[in-house]
């Protein structure tokens, strides 16, 4: 019987460790957004991000609190919160895909594209991100940028203050990651 029961703890440690080395975490990614327009540059910083990479599918989803977001004004924290993102509807966004063609025994840096779901007030859209994964010695981090353009997530901006927000929004991520333990 003993020998049944130490069998069982083996197998299930190999189980778990198996499971622990398949998938990484980044608990406090960033993500920032740029809005150029010639009244005033919007940018806000968040560092409330989550990710999970798992390695044995190359799938990664992203999730953040909308409301996270820090501005260097509050009136521009409100009026993104309240107005547009209106983040007591539509708390999260969410990016749910995988990263082509990753190789995450390659020491380095790698070019990839992210292929996936972005979703921001309920609103899903399909899109393609390129990405730079980077491995160093285990130590696994992604950062790229993308744009986002305003209509496709239908955020209305009344027209009196159109000429202050861009139409399309510049965006950057940078996470770091840490094997994933339940």
Do not use: C, W
């Not at 940018?43 to 953040?64: G, H, P, R, W, Y």
């Not at 010695?137 to 997530?153: N, P, Q, R």
Request: charged content about 25%; aromatic content about 12%.
């Amino acid at each position: 019987m003993n020998k049944i029961s130490f069998l069982i703890f083996l197998f299930s440690t190999l189980i778990s460790f198996s499971s622990k080395t398949d998938k990484v975490i980044a608990r406090q990614g960033q993500v920032s957004f740029f809005s150029y327009t010639t009244a005033e540059n919007i940018e806000a910083k968040n560092n409330q991000v989550l990710s999970i990479i798992d390695f044995s599918t190359n799938e990664i989803a992203i999730s953040m609190l909308m409301n996270a977001f820090v501005f260097k004004k509050s009136l521009m924290y409100n009026h993104f919160n309240d107005s547009y993102i209106e983040s007591d509807l539509y708390p999260k966004a969410t990016f749910n895909g995988k990263i082509i063609d990753l190789d995450i025994t390659k020491e380095g840096a790698q070019t990839r594209i992210a292929k996936g779901t972005l979703n921001i007030r309920n609103i899903a859209k399909e899109i393609e991100i390129k990405v730079i994964f980077e491995n160093k010695k285990g130590s696994y981090s992604l950062t790229g940028d993308f744009e986002i353009i305003v209509k496709d997530f239908d955020i209305k901006i009344p027209p009196i203050v159109a000429p202050n927000i861009a139409e399309i929004i510049s965006t950057k991520f940078i996470f770091e990651y840490q094997p994933y333990e339940k």
